[in-house]
């Protein structure tokens, strides 16, 4: 289940991120992503290291799952319905079209 959950996100992740910039951004997209995610797993582990010596592992992990618990808020922010007609189901932000599409 952790694998598939963690495949999922990596590949939503970089779409959302793909959707909010014009193509000529592409490159920056993927060196932002891949930096953050390896930022993430060094920090991340030797966080976690400090914290089991600690704390002992049961806490420890209990500490990890209350801070992912704060992803939610920027998650949860990120999926405020669009304008929409009468009687259209709202579009999470995420999926409407990004504005350098507008532009000729």
Request: contains cysteine.
């Amino acid at each position: 289940m952790f694998g598939i959950g963690f495949g999922i996100t990596q590949n939503a992740t970089m779409t959302l991120m793909y959707a909010r910039v014009a193509p000529e951004g592409y490159g920056t997209v993927v060196a932002m992503w891949n930096f953050a995610y390896d930022a993430g797993m060094g920090v991340g582990a030797v966080g976690f290291g400090l914290l089991a010596a600690g704390l002992g592992y049961p806490l420890s992990f209990a500490c990890t799952a209350a801070l992912m618990l704060t992803a939610l808020v920027p998650a949860l922010r990120d999926r405020t319905p669009a304008t929409t007609s009468p009687g259209s189901a709202p579009v999470p932000k995420a999926a409407r079209e990004p504005d350098h599409l507008d532009k000729p």
